[in-house]
């Protein structure tokens, strides 16, 4: 069944020139305990196919279904906040606040009901982060460090699926084997379904199984 289904998805922008077809009929399975990585040209729609995973928009056509349940008939921005866990090329970590300040917020924003402060730490701690560091603010971090906060703060809330959007995209090839190594590690030692679009051969090259997306068109094999 796997963690993550989708069925024929579709999606296009409208746009003064006309109509974008960004994605034509898609149709995969995504497991748990394996990380996914999609390469494909600049505009091919990788992007678009993971706002459409991670619930933050609706597919013109098809279906996704979460453990064998459409999206459709499931609570989206619930579902998002219960089993996705999201990560971007820029981190977009809030510059005001500490390292462990950041990771606490989404726990709040998700009503985690234990403790947060508690878990914040546990989450930095797993990625790396030296405690004497939690609180620091975020933007006096490097950029590898900055990815590594914001891969704790996706994991949190303990998310089932990790989607991760060129995560490496703004580091150098040491922090960026890093970060892919964490990454790594959540799907082999803590069974996550982990999906990472990447342009780097080198983060591809580590991924369990490779999907290709050109001109809107998923492959799967
Ligand atoms: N908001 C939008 N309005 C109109 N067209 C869009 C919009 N977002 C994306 N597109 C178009 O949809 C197609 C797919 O874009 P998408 O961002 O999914 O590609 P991508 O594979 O993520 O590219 P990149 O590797 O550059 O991030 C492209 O032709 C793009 O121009
Ligand atoms: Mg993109």
Avoid: W
Wanted: hydrophobic fraction near 40%; include cysteine; glycine fraction near 8%.
């Amino acid at each position: 069944m796997g963690v993550l289904q989708l069925k024929n998805l579709s999606y296009d922008y409208i746009t003064k020139a006309g109509k974008v077809h960004a994605l034509k009929e898609a149709t995969a399975t995504f497991e748990s305990g394996i990380v996914y990585a999609i390469v494909g040209r600049s505009g091919s729609g990788k992007s678009t196919l993971m706002s459409l995973m991670a619930g933050l928009d609706v597919p013109k056509a098809g279906e996704i279904f979460y453990r064998g349940e459409s999206l459709h008939s499931l609570d989206r921005d619930k579902f998002r906040r219960e089993h996705i866990g999201m990560i971007f090329q820029s981190y977009y970590l809030l510059p005001q606040l500490t390292a462990v300040e950041n990771v606490e917020l989404s726990l709040e924003l998700a009503k985690y009901r234990g403790d947060k402060r508690k878990r914040a730490e546990e989450m930095l701690t797993l990625v790396g982060i030296k405690r004497e560091q939690f609180k620091k603010r975020s933007t006096q971090f490097s950029g590898g460090e900055q990815q590594r906060i914001a891969v704790a703060r996706a994991i949190a809330t303990n998310p089932e699926i990790i989607l991760a959007d060129e995560p490496t995209g703004n580091l150098d090839n040491e922090n960026s084997m890093n970060v892919v190594s964490i990454l790594i590690d959540l799907a082999h030692k803590y069974g996550k379904c982990v999906i990472i679009i990447t342009h780097a051969a080198e983060v591809a090259e580590r991924a369990d199984v490779v999907f290709k997306m050109d001109d809107g068109i998923l492959f799967t094999q």
